[in-house]
């Protein structure tokens, strides 16, 4: 043998260190710790970057807990079967994987909701999940059996190890899942914390090559770790520095993260018109030139003083761009406005000329209703998102507390978007009984005559009188747009049971496909 082959078989022999098996051992459990946190801020991220093109809704989350399941069931079995037929591969190979499949997920994300698209909400919801999360997950999930191998010395202390080992695993997730909820997301974008999670996951890969190394006198991922977190660095790097998307057709004036989706302002350059965005729902639509609004069901519940000319004062839940409120200000009425994502309210202030005519509050309908102890004249339900209005937002309970809250001739005006026939008729049907169940009087307006429209229901204790002959064009044209409907097919919405969300699935698909055929898919992307 050669000075230079003894020299590198020096050079590559290395001499086992003596470490502490409790050093060891809390290595481990940091590990499984840190992996179990891991995949619950995967899962919640998931509703983050799928919810622009199919809603944070039941088949979301359904779809993205499946996976999951799937994904720790596959990772808990192909773990298990690696430790025990591979032994050359070794814990860090595992975080390697799970680093590098987390990282590419803001690349694939726009291509994948794309091409899952035609499948429909459940369909591409579940599909989307599948693809874009399943190999991180189960690499994770892998965790568990590499460690459990690592932690145990003999069968005796099986039983301690593997109960040890996926109790801290669940104190991991539980930690992971507060951590996201309550400081990253309403922090970082969805964007940065993908990449900060991937780079732990290389980091943890890496500490525990060079434990490996120590412990074992080899290490048998030195290149694959210096490629891997390389690879991972430029794509941090590249996709963090994701500018705003702008073409020659929009133009992107404000965007940002909320813990509801993302917000977006953007300019139609094609027809002038400014839209706020929240993922895929249209809450505004303003003319450039003039700051009018292009909303036609805006146009009805501006009509409201008609109904009720001595009234002053109004409540809108739901501020969107606040036009309404600004209509309503013009005709003499405040109007306290409660909007629940605060990047909406931020838009609404900077880039839609609103300015509060009365309480401004930021907060969710439901729970700020509560504390407000005053009477309506007008209360104003304009709830939407995602292509569907919130379901909790429809009970019986929330209409009965609505009533409440309005005086003995006040109006509740509650704008639902629906169809006029088909599939779908009786989402709107049971929107009209439950507010049947509360309002003895009610009249039904819509603002275009044709299958898929915005329906505006008045409802009071009082009756609601339009005299046609009435020579103001105004009532008029109200009285043109009214609409019969029937109740027959509906069902009561309450609390304990509310089925909206299957009953909305036809009016979700049929919103999103509009909304990719008039604005850039583009703007969905992650």
């Not at 390697?96 to 899952?116: K, Q």
């Not at 992971?176 to 999670?197: A, K, S």
């Not at 030195?222 to 705003?244: D, E, Q």
């Amino acid at each position: 043998m050669s000075d230079f082959d003894l020299s590198a078989s020096a050079q590559a022999k290395v001499t086992p260190v003596n470490i502490s098996p409790t050093f060891s051992r809390l290595l481990l459990f940091s590990a499984v710790s840190l992996s179990g946190g891991a995949v619950m801020i995967l899962e919640l991220l998931g509703t983050r970057i799928i919810a622009p093109y199919y809603g944070v809704s039941l088949y979301v989350w359904s779809s993205l807990i499946s996976v999951t399941m799937i994904a720790l069931a596959l990772g808990y079995y192909v773990g298990g079967f690696l430790t025990d037929r591979y032994p050359r591969v070794r814990l860090p190979h595992v975080f390697m994987l799970a680093a590098l499949t987390t990282a590419l997920i803001p690349f694939f994300s726009g291509t994948v909701m794309l091409m899952t698209n035609p499948l429909g909400i459940r369909g591409g919801a579940f599909v989307s999940a599948l693809l874009l999360f399943t190999l991180p997950l189960t690499a994770l999930a892998m965790v568990g059996p590499f460690v459990i191998k690592l932690a145990t010395e003999n069968l005796q202390g099986i039983g301690r190890a593997v109960g040890s080992v996926y109790a801290i695993s669940t104190l991991g997730s539980v930690a992971g899942t507060l951590l996201l909820g309550f400081y990253l997301l309403p922090i970082f974008g969805t964007r940065l914390i993908i990449f900060v999670v991937s780079g732990v996951l290389i980091a943890l890969a890496i500490f525990l090559s060079i434990h490996d190394k120590l412990s074992l006198g080899k290490s048998l991922l030195t290149l694959p770790l210096i490629v891997a977190t390389a690879l991972i660095i430029t794509l941090t790097s590249i996709g963090y520095a994701r500018p705003l998307l702008s073409n020659k057709e929009f133009k992107v004036v404000y965007q940002e993260e909320s813990v509801y989706g993302w917000v977006r302002v953007v300019d139609d350059l094609r027809y002038g018109v400014r839209l706020l965005l929240s993922d895929s729902s249209v809450l505004s639509a303003m003319s450039i030139a003039n700051g009018q609004t292009l909303l036609g069901y805006q146009q009805i519940i501006g009509l409201l003083p008609l109904v009720r000319p001595s009234a002053d004062n109004a409540l809108l839940i739901g501020l969107g761009g606040g036009h309404i409120a600004r209509d309503l200000k013009s005709k003499g009425l405040s109007t306290d406005t409660i909007e629940i994502d605060p990047a909406v309210a931020d838009a609404s202030l900077k880039y839609f000329n609103f300015k509060p005519t009365g309480e401004f509050i930021v907060g969710d309908g439901r729970y700020e209703i509560q504390k407000l102890h005053k009477r309506y004249h007008f209360i104003i339900h304009d709830c939407f998102t995602g292509g569907t209005e919130p379901t909790h937002m429809l009970t019986l309970e929330m209409l009965t507390q609505l009533r409440g809250m309005l005086t003995d001739q006040g109006v509740l005006a509650l704008n639902y978007v629906g169809f006029t026939n088909g599939d779908g008729t009786k989402a709107v049907a049971s929107v009209y009984r439950t507010l049947k169940e509360v309002f003895p009087n009610i009249r039904v307006f819509i603002t275009d005559k044709a299958e898929f429209t915005d329906f505006i229901f008045l409802s009071s204790t009082q009756p609601i009188i339009l005299d046609r002959s009435n020579p103001d064009l105004r009532v008029q044209w109200l009285l043109s747009h009214e609409y019969t409907l029937s109740d027959t097919d509906g069902i009561i919405i309450t609390d304990n049971f509310n089925p909206m969300e299957s009953l909305q699935i036809r009016k979700s698909e049929y919103y999103r496909k509009v909304f990719m055929e008039r604005v850039t898919p583009d703007l969905l992307m992650l």
